[in-house]
Structure formats: structure tokens, C-alpha cells
């Protein structure tokens, strides 16, 4: 039979008494029977002929027709698997470095150490002349990276020289077995028994190489695991050293964003602080040059003033008969002074405004604020409060930003367009009269200068308020004479003396209302007293043709309030007024007249004067 078809048995049998192993070798283990080789036997393939088989067991036949010479000379062992040092102790490798493959023994039985030797020789040097042809070729990753830098690792040149001398020892086993073999055949065991010293000894060498080899292993394991850690170690000390150097880098680019921000932040400071300074100084000059204007301002006035009293003081000693018919010498002083606070305003205050754009456009602003509220102004507490705050807001705003001049250029407007507003919506009822009036006495409050303004536009648009009676003078001419009455022009000269009466007691009926208006908090600078000065005024003068519509519209605002205020002396105020004053009027009056005659028939009939309509707000 072929090699390879005896029991496992027989041949373990045959090694232990040959003494190529120990029977009690620790490396060897227990098999089963169904395998076919164990370590350190090989097993070869063979042509299953009986013939073949015959010719083994008797050793009469050389096997060279069925042995391949090029399988033994083209035998290399093959390279540890892996890569690198680490790769090359990984145990991947589970087969010994000798390996009992039938590739690595490969000669059949009968077959001489020569005959192989030969074999080897002829296949080495025809591989060498192929190999001298072609480029070198590289059979594992230890021989590549040993290509790529040039060197190789010591630990692998001993491992490769100790399986080198394993190999050397391969043919001489090989020839053992096939020795033994033949002996089997032959039953030559006397030969066989002469050579137990031998076996011992290569296999105990070859146990040695094993162990040499599993050493060296070790060792490279060793050293490549502590390369390994202080290649870990030095990672880990560079990445630790990256990181730090990194978070200072950032650490310092934050502090230097950090630094620019608080430096432009400190420039933009510094620019706002000169800003603010330059701003507060232009303010200051404008505020001084303002006070010195103002100041320049009001000594020309009392210039002016006492002029205006020298002169006043003239005309009254050479016309003092005929002057008292058209007013009072109290109430034509006040006249003049606030005809002064008009002159003052226009002549002025106007121009200094005008003069600077600036100022000018705000004031402007403040007048499209202020203006609107006036006109859409409604009998509800609610909002003449409203109404009432927001102009007060405005007049402290101009006066604190542009001084005297701002504050009473934007007084003046407001007084224009409530006599404006009164002269349009009063002309029909009284009622709306009340909500202005309350709007003005609050303003009189917080702004007393307020009152003087206020007062220079009724005397401009309605003298009777005094009262007075435009007086022509000889220097005057037709228009100029209209004009200082108070007639409105229109597209086609003049209105008409009824639209003129009309409009003037429209105008006066403010004037009443504000007189017995009182505020929510505090008093009336300009208070109901004043009613018993304009009438006893205008009964110390002759009627003229728009008197009894004065009186009559004096009495629907302000009559109850005057007879409540004044009792027992308004009636008999009332009573010479029909008994005396009625009969003075013109015919030019009759209408007026008329009416004023049933008003105070009813109240001496009842003793008491209807509340004006409107007066009491919601």
C-alpha cells in the first residue's frame, strides 16, 4: 500500500521505537483516526495502481515517474502572515514554522537524499536564470516593507535563519522516513535499530529550533508591544501638546478680538463724547446768543413802550373828551399792551425764527402737531385732557430747544388757530366754545405767558374783548381802517357787516367761555372778575351798532355764571341795561337790540339765566 494509506497507529508505533519521538513528548496530543498525517510526518499522494503499491513495500521501484522534481525545487516555506513586526508574531500562525505539508517534503519513498539534491540543484539554477529575467518579486509584507526602507527587521532575519536550518534538516528526515519505509517493506529492522541515536537527535533538534523559534516570537511580541505603548505614549503626549497649543491660539485670537472690540468700542466712545461736547457747545452759544437777543429784544420793547406811554399820554390830554366815547383810558392801556406783545412776535420773534432753516423746520414740525388736535377737538373730558397735555408736551419741547423765540413763535399759533377755530365753528352755536376754552385755561397753567399771546390775538381779530371801538384816524385810509376792526378780506373786497357781527361774537363767545372756565386743579389766572370789567366797560360807553349782539351773546355763555358769581348786583346791572342802555342803541342795532330785550325780559320774569349749552362735559 501507499505511504499515506498506513494506520496512524502503525506509524506512531514504528516512531516511538525508532526513537524520532518520546513517548511521553508533551507536544504530542491525541488524534483521530480519520486523519491522515500528524506533526512531523508527511504524507505524499501516489498513483492508486497495485503495482505501485507492491513496489513500495518491497523498495524495487524508483518513483521518478511519479514524482514531480519541480515540486521540491520550487518549494519555499511560506512567510508569516500580517505586516510589519507585529504581523509577524500574530497568531495567525497556527502551523509550526516546519510545516509537515506534503508540499514542503515533496519526494516518495525510496528516494535518495542525492536524487533529491539533484532534483533541488537543476530546479534551482533554472529558477534563477527565470528569476534573473523578470523583476524581483516579493513574497510577504516583512520583504515589502524591508524593500520600501531599506531594511529588515532583526527579529525576522532570525526567525528566516532558523527555519533555513530547519530546512536543512528537512532531506535527512525525509530520508529517514523513506528509509523506514523501505524497511517495512524489507523487514530490515536490523538496520533500522542501529540508528535511534540519530532520530533522537534531529528531533530533538528540531524541538529545539521550535522553541528557539516560539522564543524569538515572544520576544518580538515584547519589544514590538512596548514600541507599540511608547509609540501610544508619544501620540498622546503630541495630540495633548496639539490641543494645548490650539486652545491657547484660541484663547489668544479670542483676547485679541476681545482687545479690538474693546478699542473700537472705546474710539466710537470717544467720538460720541466729542460729538455730544461739540453739540452741547453749539447749544450753549445759540442759547446765549438767543438770551442776548431776547434780552436786545425786550429793551427795545420798553423802548418802544415808553414811547408808545409818552405818546399815549399826549393824545390822551388833547383828546380826552372824544377819546373816552370810543374806550376806557384801563382798557385801552391793556390794548396797547398786548398790541406790544403782537408787535414783539412779528417783529422778532418771526425773524429770528425765519433767519435759521433748522430752527424754522422745527418749529414747523411742532405746528403740524399742534394744529390738527385743535381743529378735531370734541366736548369730552377724555380728550381735551388728551388734547391738552400733547400741546403742553409741544410748547416745552420748542421752548427747551430753541428758547424764547421758539416758544413764542409756537404760542402764537396755537392762539391763532383757536380764534381762527372759534371765528368758524362758533358762528352757528356756543357749544363748541367750552372745549377750547378748557384746552386754554390748562395751557394758562403750565404757561402763563401763554395768557398775553392769547389775548394780543383777540384784540388783533376782536378789540371788543376790551373794549374798544376802532377809532378812524385822519392818516387812515378806508382799507387800513377795515383792517384794524377786524374785517376779513375776500376775493371781492370785504365781507359784509353782518358776516363781520357774526364772526366778531363768535370770536367773543371764546372769550366768555374762558372767563368762567375753571381747571381740574388749581384756578383760572384769568377768571370770571374780568366779566364785570367788560361789562361795566362797555355800558360807560355809547352803543354802537354790533353792541347788543356782544351783550347778547355775553349773556348765553357766561350770564348764568355772571348772575351765580355776582347776585343782587348783576340784576341791577341787568335792570339799567333795559331801562337805559337799550333806548341808546342805533337803528343800525335793532336786531340785535330786539333779541338782547327778550333775553333780559326772561330773566327778570324768572330771576335766572339758562347754563350755556355745552358747558357741562362729559
Request: charged share 30%; aromatic share 6%.
Amino acid at each position: 500500500m501507499a505511504t499515506h494509506d498506513l494506520p496512524i497507529e502503525f506509524i506512531l508505533s514504528r516512531s516511538l521505537s525508532e526513537g524520532i519521538v518520546k513517548k511521553d513528548d508533551p507536544n504530542l496530543v491525541s488524534v483521530r483516526l480519520s486523519q491522515s498525517r500528524v506533526n512531523g510526518l508527511a504524507s505524499f499522494p501516489s498513483q492508486p495502481l497495485k503495482s505501485n503499491i507492491l513496489n513500495t513495500i518491497n523498495g524495487s521501484k524508483k518513483y521518478s515517474a511519479h514524482f514531480d522534481s519541480s515540486r521540491f525545487a520550487d518549494h519555499r516555506h511560506k512567510s508569516v502572515s500580517g505586516y510589519g513586526l507585529a504581523d509577524s508574531s500574530s497568531s495567525e500562525e497556527t502551523e509550526s514554522d516546519f510545516s509537515d505539508r506534503d508540499d514542503d517534503y515533496p519526494f516518495g519513498g525510496n528516494r535518495s537524499v542525492a536524487t533529491v539534491s539533484s532534483a533541488n540543484a537543476r530546479s534551482s539554477e533554472t529558477k534563477n536564470t527565470v528569476q534573473k529575467n523578470r523583476p524581483m518579486k516579493l513574497n510577504s509584507h516583512v520583504d515589502y516593507v524591508a524593500h520600501i526602507t531599506g531594511r529588515m527587521d532583526p527579529w525576522e532575519l532570525q526567525i528566516r535563519k532558523l527555519r533555513d536550518e530547519g530546512k536543512e534538516l528537512a532531506p535527512q528526515i525525509a530520508d529517514k522516513i523513506a528509509n523506514d519505509f523501505r524497511g517495512l517493506g524489507s523487514h530490515q529492522n536490523s538496520s533500522i535499530n542501529n540508528q535511534p541515536r540519530d532520530n533522537e537527535d534531529i528531533a530533538q533538534r528540531l524541538k529545539s529550533l521550535a522553541i528557539e523559534v516560539e522564543a524569538i516570537r515572544d520576544k518580538r511580541k515584547m519589544e514590538t508591544e512596548a514600541m507599540n505603548h511608547a509609540l501610544s505614549k508619544d501620540i498622546d503626549d503630541c495630540l495633548a501638546r496639539i490641543k494645548e497649543e490650539r486652545d491657547t491660539a484660541i484663547r489668544i485670537r479670542e483676547e485679541a478680538l476681545k482687545q479690538e472690540q474693546l478699542e473700537k468700542e472705546r474710539i466710537a466712545k470717544e467720538a460720541e463724547d466729542k460729538k455730544k461736547a461739540a453739540l452741547a457747545e453749539r447749544e450753549a452759544q445759540e442759547k446765549k446768543a438767543m438770551e442776548a437777543s431776547v434780552a436786545a429784544a425786550a429793551a427795545a420793547a420798553a423802548k418802544a413802550q415808553k414811547i408808545a406811554d409818552d405818546a399815549s399820554k399826549k393824545v390822551s390830554l388833547e383828546t380826552s373828551k372824544t377819546a373816552s366815547i370810543f374806550v376806557s383810558e384801563a382798557a385801552d392801556k391793556e390794548y396797547q399792551h398786548y398790541k406790544s406783545v403782537l408787535e414783539y412776535i412779528h417783529d422778532e420773534v418771526v425773524v429770528a425764527i425765519d433767519s435759521n432753516k433748522a430752527v424754522k423746520k422745527s418749529c414747523a414740525d411742532a405746528k403740524r402737531e399742534i394744529v390738527p388736535l385743535i381743529g378735531q377737538l370734541i366736548n369730552v373730558r377724555d380728550e381735551i385732557i388728551r388734547v391738552a397735555i400733547t400741546i403742553d408736551g409741544v410748547f416745552k419741547k420748542i421752548r427747551d430747544s430753541h428758547g424764547d423765540n421758539g416758544y413764542y413763535w409756537i404760542m402764537n399759533i396755537a392762539a391763532k388757530k383757536f380764534v381762527q377755530q372759534a371765528g368758524n365753528d362758533l358762528l352757528v352755536k356756543v357749544g363748541p366754545a367750552f372745549p377750547m376754552a378748557h384746552v386754554i385755561v390748562l395751557l394758562f397753567t403750565n404757561h402763563p405767558k401763554f395768557l398775553d399771546v392769547m389775548m394780543a390775538r383777540f384784540c388783533k381779530k376782536c378789540p371788543y374783548v376790551m373794549p374798544m371801538y376802532i377809532a378812524k384816524n385822519n392818516s387812515d385810509t378806508p382799507d387800513l381802517h377795515m383792517k384794524k376792526l377786524g374785517y376779513a378780506k375776500k376775493d371781492k373786497g370785504w365781507e359784509s357787516a353782518a358776516q363781520y357781527n357774526a364772526r366778531q361774537c363768535a370770536i367773543f363767545s371764546l372769550y366768555c367761555a374762558i372767563m368762567q372756565t375753571e381747571p381740574p386743579v388749581g384756578r383760572n389766572i384769568y377768571p370770571i372778575a374780568h366779566a364785570w370789567t367788560w361789562m361795566a366797560r362797555i355800558l360807560n360807553m355809547p352803543p354802537r351798532e354790533i353792541t347788543p349782539a356782544l351783550i347778547s351773546s355775553f349773556v348765553d355763555v357766561c350770564g348764568h355764571v355772571y348772575l351765580g358769581t355776582y347776585g343782587h348786583q348783576a340784576k341791577k346791572v341787568f335792570r339799567l341795561m333795559m331801562s337805559d342802555f337799550i333806548p341808546m342803541i342805533p337803528k343800525e342795532g335793532v336786531a340785535g337790540a330786539t333779541r338782547l330785550k327778550t333775553q333780559l325780559e326772561d330773566l327778570i320774569k324768572t330771576g335766572r339765566l339758562p347754563i350755556a349749552e355745552g358747558r357741562d362735559i362729559s
